[in-house]
């Protein structure tokens, strides 16, 4: 018997306000750390693929649709530029680097990427079997997308035109595996990486032109779009505002439009996270409630506690206990619930193929969320507790 | 052992209580007798410290227990004092045994098994430790009243019309059942009652 085994002990013997309660504040912390889990690991995820990319360029049209597009391969591109604007940006010295992208097709859902090597170095790409892709119609896979397609080395395939999977297939130009990449946990992984001269060489397969050779003049070739690192912060504002008073060619820039979107979306996270708190206040009323409505039952128990020599505090403490043994267990399953359905919403991202959300991952915030349902549950004991430290033993006693 | 003098108490501007004088020695046993209003309950709750007189000196062990405050006060009640209500009081969701050490716990004593059983031995319902007070007999939840009263071994045993909800069989049983619990453990037995069956049980009677 101590003050931990009796408040539990009270806290059993009214099942029906119990479960109120720790149903409540489990809810309403389970709310809140889905949200803190799948919204911090979506923003780790989407960070962590546009890290080293200072601007994105490509065709006029949405800066949103070209970051979605270029960096994250989720959305159709804005259009082709120009090759020769690879050059025009290498020449620039306030560029450290620049990495074209010739987009398109796709396979099976997954997007075939024409990308020199750089853009897989740049990912931290290594190679599980094979090599990377040296002629034309040669493929690398990305870990996902050879897990799932139970693709490897030596297959061959034809993408089809259009990022849907569902365009005409280029029959006429089939592609050939030579190599499987390790799992990068970036986008690398759900891409099917090629030169870009795979894709010229696709496209001009369609023409019904006859092209073999390797080294194909650039001349007139168009890519999608381009990756820049700068070489310093200053080219942020200069060098955007250079490419986009061209005819043609706009740059977008990813730290820029992600937080737009991360604003655009966050209103229903706020919203759900209003929800989530509202939930947990509601916990606290009705441990509240509980406490309360259960005094005035309690009042013998209480005064007769006295009698056997427990002080006023100790009383106070007990309701106080009542109120964080509720504050705890509901926290606690909130927190497993929490995770458990942020695994199950990561195992349906990754279905969707967006994958990096798991329920195994802990944040630092999750300790404020416990904080606030113990202050919620403690301030909702506390006048109880008054109450019950303020118990007239012996008024109570004459009564009865 | 026990010494009152001028003791008064006023609920307001009623008088409830007024005790010239009192002497108690160790091991005796007392019947306070009076009718409802009398200030039997005062008296009973000012020797145990849970209620402050208006006026008087009281020492219980060479204890002047008015000069104990707050949580001195309580632990000093929970070590030398049991008290036996008239209502009982049982906390109904434990068990016999665990209402036994809730009083080992609240008086800070050691929470010692053998003694609970022990005690519940001796009131003869050490075979109902495991059960909760809604499953025993009125009978039985007295006795495991007055073994809760007693378990810590307390100095001054205190009942407050303990006989008043009983037939004059269990009455009778329940005053010696006390007198035997207070001689077992060499303790005061002070018994606050206007049952005008168990007057004669004791010599000691203190008429307020």
């Known amino acids: 018997m101590n003050l931990a085994s009796l408040s539990v002990s009270y806290v059993r013997a009214r099942p029906l306000q119990t479960v109120l309660s720790l149903l409540l504040l489990a809810l309403g912390v389970a709310t809140v750390v889905v949200l803190l889990l799948v919204i911090g690991q979506l923003e780790e995820r989407m960070q962590r693929d546009a890290r080293g990319v200072d601007l994105v360029v490509g065709a006029k049209g949405s800066p949103m649709q070209l970051i979605l597009a270029g960096i994250y391969h989720a959305d159709a591109p804005t259009g082709n530029i120009p090759f020769s604007a690879v050059g025009l940006l290498e020449k620039n010295r306030m560029v450290k680097r620049v990495m074209p992208l010739a987009l398109g097709d796709s396979w099976r859902g997954y997007r075939i990427v024409g990308a020199r090597k750089d853009y897989l170095d740049h990912h931290g790409a290594e190679f599980v079997a094979g090599k990377i892709f040296e002629k034309n119609m040669e493929v690398v896979l990305g870990a996902e997308v ?5 693709t490897g080395v030596g297959a061959t395939f034809t993408g089809a035109h259009g990022i849907s999977g569902e365009g005409a297939e280029h029959a006429d130009a089939p592609f050939k595996v030579v190599g499987v990449l390790a799992k990068t946990n970036s986008v690398l992984d759900r891409l099917v990486l090629t030169s870009i001269g795979s894709v010229w060489h696709v496209h001009e397969e369609h023409k019904g032109e006859d092209h ?189 | 052992m026990i010494s009152v003098r001028g003791l008064t108490h006023r609920y307001g501007a009623a008088e409830a209580l007024r005790l010239p004088e009192w002497r108690v020695a160790q091991g005796e046993r007392w019947l306070v007798l009076g009718a409802s209003g009398s200030g039997k309950t005062t008296l009973l709750h000012i020797l145990a410290g849970l209620v402050r007189p208006s006026g008087g000196e009281v020492e219980v062990f060479d204890t002047d227990i008015l000069s104990l405050e707050g949580t001195r ?62 499953q025993l007999s009125q009978g039985e939840q007295q006795r495991v009243a007055i073994a809760r009263a007693v378990v810590n071994r307390p100095r001054l045993l205190l009942a407050d019309e303990p006989t008043a909800n009983l037939d004059d069989v269990a009455a009778s049983a329940a005053i010696e059942l006390l007198a035997e619990q207070a001689a077992r453990y060499g303790a005061t037995l002070v018994v606050a009652t206007h049952d005008a069956r168990v007057k004669g049980k004791f010599r000691e009677r203190l008429e307020l």
Do not use: C
Not at chain 1, 146 to 150: C, P, S
Not at chain 2, 96 to 125: I, K, M
């Open chain 1, 146 to 150: 050879a897990a799932r397609t139970g």
């Open chain 2, 73 to 134: 006060l309580d632990a000093w009640r929970g070590a030398n004092v049991g008290i036996v209500l008239q209502a009982l009081h049982l906390v109904k969701h434990l068990t016999v045994r665990d209402n036994l050490r809730l009083a080992q716990y609240l008086a800070h004593l050691p929470q010692d098994e053998a003694r609970v059983a022990d005690t519940l031995g001796a009131l003869g319902v050490a075979d109902k430790a495991a059960r909760k007070p809604a």
């Open chain 1, 212 to 400: 073999d050779e390797e080294d194909e003049n650039e001349e007139g070739r168009e890519v999608t779009v381009l990756l820049v690192e700068f070489a310093s912060p200053l080219a942020a504002a200069t060098l955007s505002r250079s490419i986009n008073a061209q005819s043609g060619l706009q740059a977008a820039s990813p730290a820029y439009e992600t937080a737009r979107l991360f604003r655009m979306i966050g209103v229903g996270v706020e919203a759900l996270r209003g929800f989530g708190a509202i939930l947990i206040l509601a916990a606290g009323l009705s441990v509240f409630i509980a406490l309360y409505s259960a005094l005035e039952e309690r009042r013998y128990d209480l005064a007769v506690m006295r009698t056997l020599g427990a002080s006023p505090r100790r009383l106070f403490g007990l309701l106080m206990t009542e109120g964080l043994v509720l504050a705890l267990s509901g926290a606690l399953i909130g927190l497993a619930l929490g995770h458990g359905l942020a695994s199950a919403l990561g195992a349906w991202l990754e279905h969707e193929q967006y994958p990096g959300v798991t329920g195994l991952q802990y944040r630092p915030e999750e300790l404020w969320v416990l904080g606030v349902a113990l202050v919620v549950s403690l301030a909702a004991a506390l006048l109880p507790a008054w109450r019950a430290y303020r118990t007239d033993v012996s008024q109570t006693l004459a009564k009865g």
